[in-house]
T-cell receptor, first 113, second 111 residues
Framework: GDSVTQMEGPVTLSEEAFLTINCTYTATGYPSLFWYVQYPGEGLQLLLKATKADDKGSNKGFEATYRKETTSFHLEKGSVQVSDSAVYFCALSYGGATNKLIFGTGTLLAVQP | DTAVSQTPKYLVTQMGNDKSIKCEQNLGHDTMYWYKQDSKKFLKIMFSYNNKELIINETVPNRFSPKSPDKAHLNLHINSLELGDSAVYFC??????????FGPGTRLLVL
């Protein structure tokens, strides 16, 4: 079945460091891919998405490229801030009638000043 | 304006009790969802409703019963609560197959 695998956390970085959170997926078809972020004590917010191969999603300095050949959707940011500390979830969905999101296990990012 | 809201935010109760969680969205979406996040932060879909019709029921125990009185509301009733039901429950909504927007979550603790 379809699944999403994320790198285990926690990822601890100093402010202004470069961030990469790896995400790979297994899919029977051609899903859309998403990154959601969950700040402490809050719900999930959509960070970015890509709907087809080679699309790049970007938002708030974060970006991820849909790579069909490597079945990956790695999240990157050039310079992290303390305020980026959160749990990041990679997910896929086929849309359609069910439109259910299949999530990875989440990666905790801790940015230190 | 809160797009997807849930009540209550926190719920502490005893084993065996029956409780309900309410969700409302003011985005005009036609599809609503319930997700469960366990203690390890893993998120899994439980149910989805489209125009008040049940679309997804992901092998959830029948102690859990969703109810959608209209397109803007999706409630979750849980009978005979068990310790393993302790989790954060998230409601979400979308316009059919479009991006989902999540509520703030309801933190349920069963003692």
């Amino acid at each position: 079945g379809d699944s999403v695998t994320q790198m285990e956390g926690p990822v601890t970085l100093s402010e202004e460091a470069f961030l990469t959170i790896n995400c790979t997926y297994t899919a029977t078809g051609y899903p859309s891919l998403f990154w959601y972020v969950q700040y402490p004590g809050e719900g999930l917010q959509l960070l970015l998405k890509a709907t087809k191969a080679d699309d790049k999603g970007s938002n708030k300095g974060f970006e991820a490229t849909y790579r069909k050949e490597t079945t990956s959707f790695h999240l990157e940011k050039g310079s992290v801030q303390v305020s980026d500390s959160a749990v990041y979830f990679c997910a896929l969905s086929y849309g359609g009638a069910t439109n259910k999101l299949i999530f990875g296990t989440g990666t905790l990012l801790a940015v230190q000043p | 304006d809160t797009a997807v809201s849930q009540t209550p935010k926190y719920l502490v109760t005893q084993m065996g009790n029956d409780k309900s969680i309410k969700c409302e969205q003011n985005l005009g979406h036609d599809t609503m969802y319930w997700y469960k996040q366990d203690s390890k932060k893993f998120l899994k879909i439980m149910f989805s409703y489209n125009n008040k019709e049940l679309i997804i029921n992901e092998t959830v125990p029948n102690r859990f019963s969703p109810k959608s009185p209209d397109k803007a509301h999706l409630n979750l009733h849980i009978n005979s609560l068990e310790l393993g039901d302790s989790a954060v429950y998230f409601c979400a909504s979308s316009q059919t197959e479009k991006t989902q927007y999540f509520g703030p979550g309801t933190r349920l603790l069963v003692l």
